[in-house]
């Protein structure tokens, strides 16, 4: 089974410094998708940014990019000039390639920017 | 834009009744999903379901949980007889139109308590 696994339960920042949250993962396929998610205070989940691990380029979302190295099974997401709007609980997740199959999240990081 | 929309947005039940958890996803979906997460905790899999029949689902989802589509437009998630390790938040999630894998969009999630 794939497991997620998210090392660190909280990290802080300061507000327009940058932060990278850490994502490790293990399967056995080839092709899949990782996503970053944020959940604010609302408990809301809103996709941060994904990739798919058949493109070697790391994806950017505006202030937001990963570090995927796919042979060491590592999907970091860095957040630059970070803002106070930013400070939630960021989960990292798993998709295989499959239409319809299920996400598996890691424990989530808890990210607070002090401005 | 489209979103995934639930009701009620906080569900208070006593132990032992059935509940039942309501979600509109996105109308040209095609795979509706739930997902649980218990305070403080990761967001876990409960169920997925496409053409009308569950696709797959973990091993949370036993005989209590059942899933339904009985319209066009809704997606329920029924609990039978609520435990109080049922307290939990509980999120619809709907993707995709077929073909490779589709973003899943999170609805703003149904907190349940069960006392």
């Known amino acids: 089974a794939q497991t997620v696994t998210q090392s660190q339960p909280e990290m802080s920042v300061q507000e327009a410094e940058t932060v990278t949250l850490s994502c490790t993962y293990d399967?056995?396929?080839?092709?899949?998708?990782l996503f970053w998610y944020k959940q604010p205070p609302s408990r809301q989940m809103i996709l941060v940014i994904r990739q798919e691990a058949y493109k070697q380029q790391n994806a950017t979302e505006n202030r937001f990019s990963v570090n995927f190295q796919k042979a060491a099974k590592s999907f970091s997401l860095k957040i630059s000039d970070s803002q106070l709007g930013d400070a939630a609980m960021y989960f990292c997740?798993?998709?295989?390639?499959?239409?319809?199959?299920?996400?598996?999240f890691g424990e989530g990081t808890q990210l607070t920017v002090n401005p | 834009e489209p979103e995934v929309t639930q009701t009620p947005s906080h569900q208070v039940t006593q132990m032992g009744q059935e509940v039942i958890l309501r979600c509109v996803p996105i109308?040209?979906?095609?795979?509706f999903y739930w997902y649980r997460q218990i305070l403080g905790q990761k967001v876990e899999f409960l169920v997925s379901f496409y053409n009308n029949e569950i696709s797959e689902k973990s091993e949370i989802f036993d005989d209590q949980f059942s899933v339904e589509r009985p319209d066009g437009s809704n997606f329920t998630l029924k609990i039978r007889s609520t435990k109080l390790e049922d307290s939990a938040m509980y999120f619809c999630?709907?993707?995709?139109?077929?073909?490779?894998?589709?973003?899943?969009?999170f609805g703003p999630g149904t907190r349940l308590t069960v006392l």
């Open positions: 999630a709907s993707s995709g139109r077929g073909g490779k894998r589709d973003e899943q969009f």
């Open positions: 109308s040209n979906h095609l795979y």
């Open positions: 399967t056995s396929e080839s092709d899949y998708y």
């Open positions: 997740a798993y998709g295989e390639e499959t239409s319809g199959s299920r996400l598996t």
